[in-house]
């Protein structure tokens, strides 16, 4: 099954990308979405294991409820509030996030 994991923007992206071992395709909304974007995506998503990885902030808390709404089959992954941003989040804190989701991360991040 193919796994995507969700994020507001590509200093998320960079951020995660080189703490992931396995194949996982990364999607920026880039801050928040359309509908019509939203279904867009949605479609591309179907049968796919999806991830909700978002900032701990008004804008990443509006998105994740956008996504509870039309993609109630994702799973969410939270940071700690205190990091506020995923872009902000220390690695080691990210490894573990993902690692909680089963997916597999290089163990030097942990």
Known sequence: MEKVIIVE?????RKIQPILKEEVEIIC????????????????????D??????????????????????????????DRMYREVAAAPEYHLATVLLGANLDVR????
């Open 107 to 110: 163990t030097d991040f942990l």
């Open 50 to 79: 999806v991830y909700i990885l978002v900032d701990a902030d008004d804008s990443g808390d509006k998105l994740r409820k956008q996504f509870k709404r039309e993609l109630p089959e994702a799973e969410h992954l939270y940071i």
């Open 29 to 48: 909304t880039n801050g928040t979405i359309s509908l019509s974007k939203l279904d867009e995506l949605i479609d591309e998503l179907l049968g796919k």
């Open 9 to 13: 923007g590509k200093s998320d992206k």
